[in-house]
């Protein structure tokens, strides 16, 4: 059978930048073939190009064994039976989840919408998911994970061969992520071709069958899985061994500088009498599975939703944070979740975007001083080696992993009390989650509290000194790192009550 993919050479620059450089990569009929690198290493841009999102400047590129010898759109790779999961979320928020799997090709008769037709068809490919979710209801009411799921069904019901999936399950549950692969496997055995773009490097060894990958724009190397190791991708993707995956360091507690008591929330799935203390210099983290309320935690404590009960104490002085901009005042900061929706303004440039929380101080008489903001946003570049060609380039136009650097190290020009990261190491390649690591250790060492959520276990385990696990809104247990592990953890993230 024809290769459903063969790009040979491929060539792509933004503004005379190089973002891939003889690049060359291919799929087979009923096979997954992840792409891997580090973040900016062009994986994204690889996809955007079999996709018709961009076009190419030189290479070749063959679809089911055709040369393809114009430039692709959206529209004829989509004809020519190309599917893609984008990395960011790309639904309209407002309409309904069948309203997003069938836009463009709505339930129409005499250009009447059928809707009710639309919403049982949306059903159908909802439940292929193992997906709950009524197809009548608006997006922006879903929680990140299901919009995730959503997308994917998206694509699915495009009935497409090629299916290109760019880190579809940076935001999914564990539970979400078996349905997802139990999909990947039946696609598979249907004969179809999967490419699978993903940070998450343990979860490959359970789908995929070759590897391919790029560091720098370039192609480097593919592999059979089963000849392979992880070490030795990493090393290809990084260009060199990686020892210490967790850089933990060992400080002396100071005094307590949050107090939580009691704080409720009715926003999400709720918050419910919620109590815990952080103190400085210390990391504490906040496991528990998905839709456990840890975000809905941090957005009451930080003033992004309303609280309906509790207490916090600054200092040992109570606050009353009724917005975001009330817990900075406080130098209480928070680098949410949702990178697209509440952490950055993909419109702006990176200088802009790192500044923005810190007018104050690059500003003078209510004017900005462009070259001090330049400068600090030149430093904070440096310090994450957020890969860009300049402070001006626009936020969206930066890699995925690369604008989550940006989520984080926004904050980190202001003198914080508190931080809050709400899942700060998601869509990030190996190496810089060790950088986004230091960054917190630098916190802690400078005698700040830490807050962590995280859904990833060993990271919970190899940073944080305290954990409090949260299941349905409610704290079940309090842990000290070094006497748990992951079972125990896991044991009180499911102790429903
Ligand atoms: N539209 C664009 N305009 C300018 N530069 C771009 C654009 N799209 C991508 N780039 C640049 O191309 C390079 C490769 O980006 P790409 O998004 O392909 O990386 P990636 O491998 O998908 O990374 P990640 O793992 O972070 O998602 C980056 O340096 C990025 O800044
Ligand atoms: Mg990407």
Redesign the pocket.
Known sequence: MAELVRAAKINKA??G?M?LQDVQFDLNPGEVHALL?E???????LMKIISGVYTRDAGELYINGNKILHDLTPQTAQALGIGIIH?ELNLCPHLTVAENIFLNREFTKSGVLNEKKQNEAAKKYLKTLNLEIDPAIPVRKLPVSKQQMVEICKTLSMNANIIIMDEPTSALTEKEIEDLFKVIAMLKAEGRGIIYIS?RLEELSRIVDRVTILRD?RYVKTLNFVETSLPEIISLMVGRALTEKFPRIETDRGEKILEVKNLSSPCGVGVKKVSFNLYKGEILAFAGLMGAGRTELVRAISGADKMTGGEIFLRGRPVKIRAPGEAIAQGLFCAPEDRKRDGLCVKMTLAENITLPSLDIVSKLGIIRRKLEAKKSKEMIQNLKI??PSVD?YVR??????QQKVVVGKWLMRDAQVVIFDEPTR?I?VASKIEIYNIINDLKRNGIGVMFVSSELPEIIGMADRIMVMCNGRITAELITKDTSQEEILKYATQYS
């Open positions: 933004f503004s930048v973002a690198g973040n900016g290493a062009g994986k994204s841009t990395q940070h724009g890969k860009t380039q136009n930066l890699s995925g992993g690369n869509g390649d």
